[in-house]
């Protein structure tokens, strides 16, 4: 009934918004670029100061502003850069591109948007964070190695689920509920080095954006969040290059135009060696594996004003090995192919053409292999309509096809070992509608329907098991042949009431469909971790999110403020029953159990944009729990990734020009873990005795770090930088994992080990750029 | 399927500990305690009598011998319509007197007093016959490795196995110095096998990859056939010692779930001998 209210809410909306689109006027569109590398500006502002009306530029650079015919005075700004104000006069429709320059006078300081100033007052949207790569350099890191999906960690809402890992969670959501997108690409395992780093290459991002709550519809596949990574399209004024030499890895990007102001490339590749330290070292003598390595590359290409093609694709690769005798690797390889066009100055056409794979791979001696993964190839259409300054209305669809490889295990020399999971496959369809709708002056909303639909396709075999996971019947489909299909509808609505031009009052709700699983045993994730589709046994998680926000600026913007309240309902959540094997577990679906859960909490942030000191502070009180049928006797229990407090409080001090320091803290209470109550003694063994799921806690973990960023001096050709980092300063030892075994000292006495990962950890980069 | 994972386990703990400045440290941490549940260790093996072993949990960090329970009533069915009641010897220790355990009977052991009333089944197969062992130098030893300890031989046990049926074994190993009295019980983890992943042709020939002996070593193998739950619960205790595939839990007792522990009714055929002299 809600569900229907708010359906019907929104077709009314709409319905207003196209009816109030009567008067004709002209349009002022084009796109709004960096002056020094040709890059189009991402969310820069194009008012008209007289009659306070204003729009932004969309993820391609491009914006469209419907003025009356005559005079306006109109000042394009982005942080950072010199605005730059012109009178026009207008009686036709006109394109203006703007090329904007870096801005003498920019402070160099931590800033987390940028976007205009009071942009977290008067954005409907809410529970966003857009994250700029400028200030990845002052934060510090492992390693001293930048890391974008680390950073947001530090964000209100979105923690950390185990110290190094880059799995995260958004409001209480699990770690496959992100939805991660690399130039619209999903990327479906965003670590290297078992999750201790990303994959994503800061030097080739232009921008990422975070969305927690109020997902706009043009998004869809996951339940919990979207991380939306777009790289940049490569300097089309001047040849330059930058990297850096770390202890962990070297970087080096190269960036250049093809033909001038229409034709760019840039290329981008990291490679870690650890393996090549442990050799020169001496350590070891056996030839020895560790690395990852991988390598954006991006081609643009502005056929003319209208029309222009974008070509990137990113690959990596981790490799471990030893001698021969074993090796493993995993890694993604994702790619793009868009085409903006623009069929007048107001409607504006995105078509892109995606692909994305994830595999993983294990060898033994040759006698013992293994593969699994997901690949995706999908095509997808986005319209945006800029209707008028109140509307813009965006609408699209997208299809994927999904092909999963669930497991393989071959053995050699075993007859009849061989273990081949059958493949499967799927489609996941969408349809969107959505407008960002100002209503008044200071009242505005955002608000679509997504409509969702997925196919799972044979061939196959679609299975019913009884309760001890054994298959009672089993129907077999063909080739493509539909199996099981689910549908849904998902609104989607944002809504902001600015109270003065110093606060805001935001509310939001967003329903969910997620229609893919991840298999995985362990809290952060792990490089086996096995993607499939939902079935007939497995049904697709529903997360419908409600949140308010109160938004408050001090000091002329300087200092933001917000409290954030959010409550999830989640079904058919997942779990495993006791003892599930989820590896090469061909009835592994029969081993799932679904049920009911919920997540709520409230996230308070202060931040100051400006000044020598810089930074915020984050705090997030939450709960997430679960409920399932055949666990814990059906009680609620908390979910692995429930943390009551997660605080991140980061800072950054501008010492001289030329000098930087940069401190971060964290806390946050530790998360739901299964211990043992009790013991007995079986074949001369001590095995624990577990009376309930996930009913103790990993101790609280806290650390705090330290950087420093020297910038030299720089001629009008080359410039380059230092940074120092030291990680775990005071040197605590965090639990990474808890066990329990017998002492070696008192016969019968059984002890808790405590695996702690890193101490303190020195390390220092050094940064270049021509 | 349980040593693949073993080996992945193995290789990301290393690559870990290695990789990252770790530490591992004793550590003080409260665990609630629990209220005691019965817990049971109990066997019929082929030709002998039963006996069964029955005593409460105790909390985790307890270092008190487990409190027996001799007040027990234990009676053992076999499918052949015998039965009898274990007798107590103390310690929490019963045992049978006339019941032998025979190829193809099932039993069935009622543990019962005042307070609970517990069954278990278990099947007694046929043993298969250990038809060799053979032993090779282990081909993933290092030269540094063999300087500063010892050769280090694999082995290959080759047993029989019907083929018209679905059969499930469970291997263990003892190795002692050829001079010793008594072995060492180096069954931390089971060598589980289920037949079907091998070709059906009468026999079976396991290599194991994860058990090694040093040269001029004694050895003793037993290959036990055991039924499917049996099987099951041998592969769970594995998976709970050896840090859980998935969230730890308690392993599936055929007592049911309010239970801990196991009754097994099974046979086996033993081989002895002794790793190559070889060269240090």
Redesign the interface.
Known sequence: MQKKNIILLLTFLLVFSLHIFSQQKTTLSGRILDTETGEDLIGATIADVINNIGTATNTYGFYSLSLVKGKHTIAFSYIGYETITKEVDFNSNQKLNIRLSPSKRAIKEVVISAERKDKNITATQMSVEKLEMKQLDKIPVLMGEKDILKTIQLLPGISTVSE?GNGFSVRGGTIDQNLILLDEAPVYSPSH??G?FSVFNADAIKNLSVYKGGIPANYGGRASSVVDITMKDGNNQKLSASGGIGLLSSRLTIEAPIIKDKMSFIISGRRSY?DILFKASGYSE?DFV?YFYDLNAKINYKINDNNKIFVSGYFGKDD?GFDD??G?SWGNATGTIRWNHLFNSRLFSNTSVLYSNYDYG?D??GE?S?ELGIEDISLKQDYTFFMNPQNTIKYGFSVIHHKFNPGE?ILE?????D?LLEEKKSLESGLYLLNEHKLTQKFSANYGLRLSMFNQLGRGWANTYNNKNEVIDSIHYGNNEIMQSYYGLEPRISLNYILNEKSSFKGSYNLMNQYLHLLS?STAG?P?DTWIPSSTNLKPQTVNQFALGYFRNFLDNSYEFSIESYYKDMQNMT??K???????NENIESYILQGHGRSYGAEFYIKKKYGKLTGWVSYTLGRTEIQIDGINDSQWYPN?IDKTHDVSVVGSYQITKRLSASAAFIYYTGNAV????????????I?????E????RMPAYHRLDLSLHFAARETNKFKSSWDFSLYNVYNR?N??M???EESET?A????????????I?PSFTWNFKF | MNTFNYIVKFILITLIVIGAYSCIETIDIDLNSSNPVVTTEGQIELDSVAWISINHTTDFFDPDIPPAIDDAIVTLYSSSGENEILQNVGSGYYLGNTILGKIGDSYSITIENNDFNYTANSKLFAPCEIIDVKFEKNKYQYEEDIEEMDTAYTTTIIFTDDPDTENFYLVKYWGSEVDAEEYEDLNYYYTLVEDKYYVKDGKIELDSWFQDFYRNTKVKIAVYSIDEDTYTYHYQLNDINSGGGSTPYNPQSNFGTDAMGYFVAWSNDTWEGITPIGTK
Do not use: C, W
């Open positions: 190094g080095l078992l201790f650890a056996e560790l471990f005798i074993f493993m294990f033994f001696n013992m293994m295990l020399n075993v007859d009849n070992s273990i045993n792990s086996t779990d495993y006791d003892g599930t094997d989820i590896m090469l692995k299964t211990f043992p109550s009790g013991k007995y003694v079986y074949d001369n063994k095995i624990p005795y577990y009376t799921r996930n009913g103790y030892h639990a990474y808890i066990y329990f008192v019968g006495k059984t002890e808790a080990q405590r695996l702690s990962l890193f101490g950890v």
